[in-house]
């Protein structure tokens, strides 16, 4: 039983645009999960603004990097997709209970699943064509 790689299903120029599509939400949910355990004043400060007491800001960082990094690893990068539309549609849902501006999640979103979709082979086999 021989295994190939999932690049080997994949045009080279799809999977690596999925690589770099990916990369970008990534980028930003790893940052900002740094910034959470790092917890400067101003992150300490937004969260109060949001409604959130400052002890869940290091639990949210420990799960958004979580997060990114089950996304990341290609065998498991469906279900981190999963876990980050769950976790972006609570940034969704709180921003709109407060009425700010709701966008970036919702484009973060977009991204994660856009990746996904171009890297990933076995996402677009069970998914139809536009």
Do not use: N, Q
């Amino acid at each position: 039983m021989s295994s190939t790689p999932e690049s080997a299903k994949t045009p080279a120029w799809m999977f690596w645009t999925g690589w770099v599509v990916s990369a970008l939400p990534a980028l930003g949910l790893v940052v900002s999960g740094v910034m959470k355990l790092v917890k400067p004043e101003m992150i300490v400060k937004e969260f109060a603004r949001l409604g959130y007491h400052d002890d869940v800001v290091i639990g949210l960082g420990i799960v958004e990097i979580t997060c990114t990094a089950i996304y990341l690893i290609p065998r498991t990068g469906a279900l981190g997709a999963i876990l980050l539309t769950g976790y972006l549609g609570g940034a969704v849902a709180t921003h709109l209970r407060i009425g700010d501006p709701y966008y970036g999640p919702i484009v973060f979103g977009v991204l994660v699943w856009l990746g996904l979709y171009l890297r990933d082979s076995r996402l677009r086999a069970i998914l139809p064509r536009m």
